[in-house]
Nanobody, 122 residues
Framework: QVQLVESGGGLVQEGGSLRLSCAAS????????MGWFRQAPGKERDFVAA????????YFADSVKGRFTISRDNGKNTLYLQMNSLKPEDTAVYYC???????????????WGQGTQVTVSS
């Protein structure tokens, strides 16, 4: 497994932007399919975005398509989530996660970070 640590969360006004980072330990980062999930208070954890091992394929939830971008730097063992045009409904704890195979289902991911809070004010 891989250890993951998110950063970059915070408070932002509606329409603003944030970039989340997820630092991974170990030398096997490039072997993992990576994803971002989020969980709002009282709600289930939902898929946000995912990216293939090489970064050539990306996947997004309909709710963030066109506003969020996922990328990775395998040389730096880091995953990113660029969030633009943020809305109050994007408020949640954001988690990065690693999977062995391409997946958007939470149950397919075996390693998780501790999460970073994103709050969007109206």
């Amino acid at each position: 497994q891989v250890q993951l640590v998110e950063s970059g969360g915070g408070l932002v006004q509606e329409g603003g932007s944030l970039r989340l980072s997820c630092a991974a330990s170990g030398r096997t980062f490039l072997r993992y399919f990576m994803g971002w999930f989020r969980q709002a208070p009282g709600k289930e954890r939902d898929f946000v975005a995912a990216i293939s091992w090489s970064g050539d394929r990306t996947y997004f939830a309909d709710s963030v398509k066109g506003r969020f971008t996922i990328s990775r730097d395998n040389g730096k063992n880091t995953l990113y989530l660029q969030m633009n045009s943020l809305k109050p409904e994007d408020t949640a704890v954001y988690y990065c996660a690693a999977a062995t195979y391409p997946a958007t289902e939470m149950t397919s991911y075996h390693s998780w970070g501790q999460g970073t809070q994103v709050t969007v004010s109206s």
